[in-house]
């Protein structure tokens, strides 16, 4: 596969009558942080967004290789609180719903460093990851999780089901955006999926991402943005019949669907119906040109407040180096010249540079002996979390800049 390929058709349902709706610019990948040292040519990709007018499905113009993008990975979810009570707790529904008995097996597919099928593994059943990162991966194994360092596939999935695998409960969580070939996925899914099995999807929510102005979440790993219209079609075309949709915080608002193979019946909960009667209001082409307005006028809002700022001789850090904060700084334009440092919880992170805008990033250590006067929370996904951790920092006059859904200083 070349590095990058612009996509003529619907991800989902095949359409090629296609609307671009906003347009980023070139930047880097997110998670391209760079070494301080590192002098070679950064290579920029396009980042757009369509929305297909036949299935409302939401992709990015431009499809970025997965070897480029996950060989070497520094999302880690198991250093946020946040994020540990949330897998706890999905691990925790799915053991419900599914009715898991002991030996069940669970597949996690993007299983990271294996910390929601360690909650799986604790309570007495079998597991198994994939994922390609092999960084990752290792990591997993050490806590005796087996994982497979591969992208999932409908390939592997036969491989696995001539192993006589078939898991009870196959989980997802922000992975399936990620994937350039859906139904190839969900062809692997319908067949590794054990008959009285749920497959469990859990992906950042178009609506809440368009009305909550969350653009920085727009970004090459992220190919599809989806709402429950799409989504429902292509499972049915694998015969995986969507039973139940639970609407979730975490990352700005996701959703967690589960389905079922359409050969084991199950009643389909309220949310279902209810859902796509509230994405009937949403799926118009104007709800999507009016997101763009929004977006620009974050981007002069946000520009207009860090200026004034500066102009008055105070100092900037951001906080946290999410991949979305490098989206928001490479469209904003925000560079060394504006945030001094960025502050990050996570080690592989420390000591690298933000990708497009060479913002040396360091421990959330440093701010026990520096004092700046703002920091622009870059992982405004986490405020509840950081405030709190930060209370010191805010008690010594310290303010935090909230740039998503509206610039605020709090
Ligand atoms: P965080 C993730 O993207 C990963 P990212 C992925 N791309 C995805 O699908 C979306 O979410 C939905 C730091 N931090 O987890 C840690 C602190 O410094 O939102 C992280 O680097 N201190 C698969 O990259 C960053 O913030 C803290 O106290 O946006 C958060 O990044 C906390 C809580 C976090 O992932």
């Known amino acids: 596969m070349n590095d990058v390929y612009e996509r003529i058709n619907c991800r989902a349902c095949k359409g090629t009558d296609l609307h671009k709706f906003l347009d980023l610019g070139e930047m880097p990948i997110p998670n391209g942080f760079r070494d301080p040292y590192d002098k070679s040519p950064e290579i ?126 196959i989980t997802a969580t922000n992975v399936f955006a990620h994937v350039d070939d859906l139904n190839d996925f969900c062809d692997g899914i319908s067949a590794l999926l054990h008959p009285d099995g749920f497959f469990v999807v859990e992906v950042p929510y178009l609506p809440d991402l368009i009305c909550g102005n969350e653009f920085d979440t727009i970004y090459h790993e992220h190919l599809s943005y989806f709402s429950l219209t799409p989504l429902i079609n292509l499972f049915r075309a694998h015969d995986l019949i969507i039973v139940d949709v639970e609407k979730i915080l975490v990352h700005g608002g996701s959703v967690r669907v589960f389905a079922v193979k359409e050969n084991r019946w199950y009643s389909q909960y309220e949310s279902v119906g209810k859902t796509l009667q509230e994405e009937t209001a949403f799926n118009h082409i104007e709800t999507f040109d009016a997101f763009a307005g929004r977006v620009e006028a974050i981007r002069l809002g946000l520009m207009s407040t860090l200026d004034h700022i500066k102009a008055q001789d105070q100092r900037i850090i951001g906080y946290g180096a999410p991949a979305k904060g490098n989206v928001l700084l490479n469209y904003c334009g925000i560079g060394p010249d504006i945030l001094d440092y ?26 026990e002996v520096d004092d700046p006067d703002y920091a622009l929370l870059l992982a405004w996904n986490f405020k509840e979390e950081i405030l709190e951790k930060q209370k010191e920092f805010r008690a010594n006059g310290g303010k935090f800049i909230i740039p998503i859904p509206n610039v605020s200083i709090e």
């Not at 979810?77 to 706890?88: A, I, N, R, V, Y």
Request: proline share 6%; hydrophobic share 35%.
């Open 44 to 169: 920029k990709y396009p980042l757009a967004v369509n929305v297909c007018k036949t299935c409302w499905m939401v992709q990015l113009t431009h499809v970025v290789s997965p070897e480029i993008m996950y060989k070497n990975y520094s999302y880690i979810p198991s250093t946020s609180k946040t994020m540990l009570e949330h897998f706890e707790r999905l691990a925790r529904g799915v053991i419900f719903k599914s009715k898991l008995a002991p030996d069940d097996l669970v597949l996690d597919i993007g299983s990271n460093d294996g910390t929601l099928l360690s909650f799986f593994k604790d309570n007495g059943h079998r597991v198994l990851g994939i994922d390609p990162a092999s960084n990752l991966s290792q990591v997993a194994r050490k806590k005796g999780i087996n994982t497979i360092d591969d992208l999932f596939s409908s390939k592997l999935a036969r491989e696995l089901v001539d192993c006589k695998l078939k898991p009870k409960a």
């Open 342 to 367: 960025i502050v990050d919880s996570i080690p592989q992170k420390q000591g690298k540079r933000t990708p497009g805008t060479s913002i040396p990033i360091e421990s959330e250590w440093y701010l």
